[in-house]
């Protein structure tokens, strides 16, 4: 019940596309969705994040969509860039009480091709 | 404000052999992870830390690892013997938890390889 389900585990777009990654999970008493980005050699770092009570956040061309009947979290990241081109973890937790303990999904490889 | 530190960056170690990974933290930040990536595995929570306390060991992968935290801004993990199926980067991991955040800043990592 712990899991979080990340999809695709690959994907590749063309600059100025719209890329998207689409998660799942199980345990309803989440309650902080974020999306980490990792570029190759560095620690994951915070993108953007989303609590249950809004259904979409925007930051820039990064838009979380979040759907809690379906249990489903999504990332959109508009006019791709090849700067994008990292791995990007989606995740959730239940902060009041786990502190900051979050489940990571599997991870999507996104390369953004000139 | 550093960030989260990590020592060493590259650990190349023969199998039996003992290893020390460390971490310093974000000042101020009462919560503190260690998590193991590996392209087979993703991101593996090992064991995180709140005020100084372990709170779950759980992703602990056997005996042969264990993790203190002396004090506030400082950390180990530590494995012995080693085998070479840890060959991995070893994070760690820092969040304050106040009311609102919940974010991990996560260090650079340490890419051990063990021969």
């Known amino acids: 019940q712990q899991q979080v389900k990340q999809s695709p585990q690959s994907l590749i777009v063309q600059k100025g596309g719209i890329s998207i990654i689409n998660c799942a999970y199980e345990?309803?008493?989440?309650?902080?969705f974020p999306w980490y980005q990792q570029f190759p050699g560095k620690g994951p770092a915070l993108l953007i994040a989303?609590?249950?009570?809004?259904s979409e956040k925007k930051e820039g061309r990064f838009t979380i969509s979040f759907n809690k009947s379906a249990k489903q979290f999504s990332l959109h990241i508009m006019d791709s860039q090849p700067g994008d081109s990292a791995t990007y973890f989606c995740?959730?937790?239940?902060?009041?009480?786990?502190?900051?303990?979050?489940?990571f999904g599997e991870g999507t490889q996104l390369t953004v091709n000139p | 404000d550093a960030g989260v530190i990590q020592s060493p960056r590259h650990e190349v170690t023969e199998m039996g052999q003992e290893v020390t990974l460390r971490c310093k933290p974000i000042?101020?930040?009462?919560?503190l992870f260690w998590y193991r990536q590996t392209m087979m595995r993703g991101l593996e929570l090992l064991i995180y830390?709140?005020?100084?306390?372990?709170?779950?060991d759980s992703g602990m992968p056997e005996d042969r690892f264990s993790a203190k935290m002396p004090n506030a801004s400082f950390s180990t993990l530590k494995i012995q013997p080693s085998e070479p199926r840890d060959s991995a980067v070893y994070f760690c991991?820092?969040?304050?938890?106040?009311?609102?955040?919940?974010?991990?800043?996560f260090g650079p990592g340490t890419r051990l390889t063990v021969l």
């Open positions: 991991a820092s969040s304050p938890w106040t009311s609102g955040s919940d974010t991990q800043y």
């Open positions: 345990n309803t008493a989440f309650d902080y």
């Open positions: 989303i609590r249950p009570d809004v």
């Open positions: 995740a959730a937790s239940k902060a009041e009480t786990s502190g900051s303990r979050l489940t």
């Open positions: 000042s101020g930040h009462d919560y």
């Open positions: 830390f709140n005020n100084n306390v372990p709170i779950d």
